[in-house]
């Protein structure tokens, strides 16, 4: 049982490239979430998920794209790397609702110059 | 609005004496809300909870929170801190699909 795995751990982007960031979970959650990190800063919620095929925005969704096409799976698209989008990464998952525990990835650095 | 503030941004302690780390959080609803911890280069692994049950809440490696809805707190403490306790800590609201995240609190630990 792995828990929730992302890959890549680190990245470096030139301006303007595109990525996806992955993200695998095992529990069988339904719900999942992308989150980044900046310096000094809380987690905010850039995209989440309540099941396959469902998505929907958190408070940062600007510059990013979601899909899930499956329980386990919900990667994250860069389409147009700008260095505001410098940070790091989390994927989590969670049995149901937000009151209910998220487990989080490792973490993607990812760096935009 | 749900939202929490972190009122240190920086605690630090000497090994074997009480953490206290300070949390107020506002909410339109009765709040859930929860303590993580980040070590470095780790992902946010969940201290405790609080969903409107018990008012102390115990947690995993020692550590426990009381919700106070008079002071609109949920401060997290330790009785003695540890070396392995040297991590982010982030108090954290729930609202209608997602968590609000405080801007978190670092605690180190002396020797």
């Known amino acids: 049982n792995a828990g929730v795995t992302q890959t890549p751990k680190f990245r470096i982007l030139k301006i303007g490239q595109s990525m996806t960031l992955q993200c695998t979970q095992d529990?069988?959650?339904?719900?999942m979430y992308w989150y980044r990190q900046d310096p000094g800063m809380g987690l905010k919620l850039i995209y989440y998920?309540?099941?396959?095929?469902?998505?929907d925005k958190g408070e940062v969704p600007n510059g990013y794209n979601v899909s899930r096409s499956t329980t386990e799976d919900f990667p994250l698209r860069l389409e147009l790397a700008a260095p505001s989008q410098t940070s790091v990464y989390f994927c989590?998952?969670?049995?149901?609702?937000?009151?209910?525990?998220?487990?989080f990835g490792p973490g993607t650095r990812l760096t935009v110059l | 609005a749900q939202s929490v503030t972190q009122l240190d941004s920086h605690v630090s302690v000497s090994e074997g004496t009480p953490v206290l780390l300070r949390c107020n959080y506002s909410?339109?609803?009765?709040?859930?809300l929860f303590w993580y911890v980040q070590h470095p280069n780790k992902g946010l692994q969940l201290l405790l909870k609080?969903?409107?049950?018990?008012?102390l809440v115990k947690g995993i490696n020692g550590f426990e929170a009381e919700f106070k809805k008079s002071e609109t707190s949920f401060h997290l403490t330790k009785p003695s801190a540890h070396m392995s306790d040297a991590a982010e800590y982030f108090c954290?609201?729930?609202?209608?699909?997602?968590?609000?995240f405080g801007t978190g609190t670092r605690l180190t630990v002396i020797p």
């Open positions: 989590a998952s969670s049995s149901g609702l937000a009151s209910n525990e998220q487990f």
């Open positions: 529990m069988n959650h339904n719900y």
């Open positions: 609080y969903t409107s049950a018990a008012t």
């Open positions: 909410s339109s609803y009765s709040p859930s």
């Open positions: 954290v609201v729930r609202g209608a699909n997602n968590l609000f």
């Open positions: 998920s309540v099941g396959a095929g469902i998505t």
